[in-house]
């Protein structure tokens, strides 16, 4: 039976029904759960009960996953499955960090690793333990705010190359310094700052927190235009905020998004979610 996605709001995102995830889907459930992601941008599947090795199969299914660059700030699980959570190993509440030391790259827009040559084309996020007020997760539609452009600015646009850097990413979130094996993970890299989507051809802007700087033209005047056109990107009429429910897997279609988590009461609520991403290829 074909799934049916039902919307979650007006501009993208879906609730697909139906599906156990703890079973790897099959080619033809794999293609519909694809055609909605690459349409609606953020599926949501409610109620899933998977361990991590069940959550690792299931996004293992639509390609290779990836390594995590940042070993820190609780983020590092396995070497393919990552938590964002704000507890330690034994399941309390991290205390706050010490100056310096602060990792705020969640709660900034990016699109997930951007700063890699192949950069992810999915992420998978299953809601272990969520909060009650706030900690949303935000996704911008960098799809609609591309169309939204007048044609002065789609021109002026068209065909800048844009240069993205985990180090220059840390700086941007002030977030404590890239480490030297970060750096050595994850050089300067570049990609097209119009993005076409891989699988259905759609245009978009392709920036984020982990744009450094456009290739060609003065650094900080690069740097400055990125940041006028990601406040054009994550106005409200282009975002739809994910409320979390414990047992939601969310994946959504980095290609055509930013995204970031909300504030929330984050040294008294808890909040755990396991994470993994899949690679995507070249980008045009
Ligand atoms: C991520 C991410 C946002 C959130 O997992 O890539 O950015 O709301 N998460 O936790
Ligand atoms: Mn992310």
Request: negative net charge; aromatic residues 8%; hydrophobic residues 35%.
């Amino acid at each position: 039976m074909p799934l049916t996605p039902t919307p979650l709001s007006d501009l993208l995102g879906v609730e697909i029904a139906g599906v156990d995830c703890r079973v790897p889907p099959s080619a033809a459930v794999k293609a519909e759960i694809l055609e909605a992601l690459y349409t609606h941008q953020v599926i949501v599947f409610r109620d899933q009960t998977l361990s991590e090795d069940e959550l690792i199969a299931f996004s293992e299914a639509f390609g290779e996953l990836e390594m995590h660059v940042n070993q820190q700030d609780g983020g590092y699980a396995r070497p393919n499955f990552h938590t964002v959570t704000n507890l330690d190993k034994d399941g309390n509440i991290l205390p706050p960090p010490e100056p310096g030391k602060e990792y705020n790259g969640t709660s900034a827009w990016h699109s997930d690793k951007s700063y890699m040559p192949y950069p992810s084309m999915a992420t998978f996020l299953h809601g272990i333990e969520v909060t009650k007020e706030g900690g949303e997760t935000l996704f911008a539609s960098l799809t609609h705010a591309y169309a939204a452009l007048d044609d002065e600015a789609k021109a002026r646009l068209d065909g800048l190359k844009c240069v993205h850097h985990w180090a220059q990413s840390m700086r941007n979130s002030k977030s404590r310094p890239a480490t030297e094996e970060e750096e050595r993970l994850a050089p300067p890299v570049t990609h097209p700052l119009i993005r076409t989507h891989p699988g259905n051809g759609r245009k978009s802007l392709y920036i984020g927190y982990h744009a450094s700087h456009i290739e060609g033209m003065d650094e900080d005047e690069g740097r400055a235009e990125l940041f006028r056109l990601l406040d054009f990107a994550t106005q409200d009429r282009f975002v739809y905020a994910h409320k979390w429910r414990v047992g939601d897997l969310v994946v959504w279609d980095n290609p055509s998004l930013v995204h970031k988590s909300a504030p929330y009461k984050k040294y008294e609520e808890r909040r755990h979610l396991h994470r993994t991403v899949v690679r995507g290829g070249a980008t045009f």
